[in-house]
């Protein structure tokens, strides 16, 4: 079964630098403008850069997501296997991946990457 799934809400379709703003916005199904403001604003609160995991982990904790560390060295192509239901944000080394119902969104196939940590959303 494929698991990747292409998506870039970007309204310009840049894929570097905005990899928080573009998985939160995947995960949350808001535009991207409004995540965007949204993660500024929470760190503009926090005197922290929005990218910050601090802020955004604020933010998603805001939204009613837990930090959960991965309980064993696992890809985003395994993580989502074994996740066949639930929305996710996924941590990786230098990136972000939003994923649900067993797919991942992004705009390169991520799955061979291993995920450190993720946000799950409390049902």
């Given amino acids: 079964m494929e698991r990747f799934e292409y998506c ?3 309204p310009k379709r840049k894929s570097v630098g905005d ?3 573009r998985a939160l916005s995947i995960a949350l199904d ?9 993660i500024c604003a929470q760190g503009f609160k926090m005197a922290d850069m929005p990218t910050a995991n601090r802020v955004w982990g604020r933010y998603l904790r805001d939204k009613g997501f837990e930090r959960k560390t991965a309980e064993s060295e696992v890809t985003v192509g395994e993580f989502c296997e074994e996740h ?3 929305t996710f944000i996924l941590g990786l080394d230098g990136h972000v991946v939003a994923a649900f119902d067993g797919h ?3 705009t390169w196939d991520s799955g ?6 993720y946000w799950a959303l409390s049902q």
């Fill in 8 to 10: 870039n809400p970007n």
């Fill in 19 to 21: 990899c928080v703003i």
């Fill in 30 to 38: 808001k535009p991207w403008g409004e995540t965007y403001m949204e």
């Fill in 84 to 86: 066949e239901e639930g």
């Fill in 104 to 106: 991942y969104f992004d």
């Fill in 112 to 117: 061979d990457e291993t995920v450190l940590y």
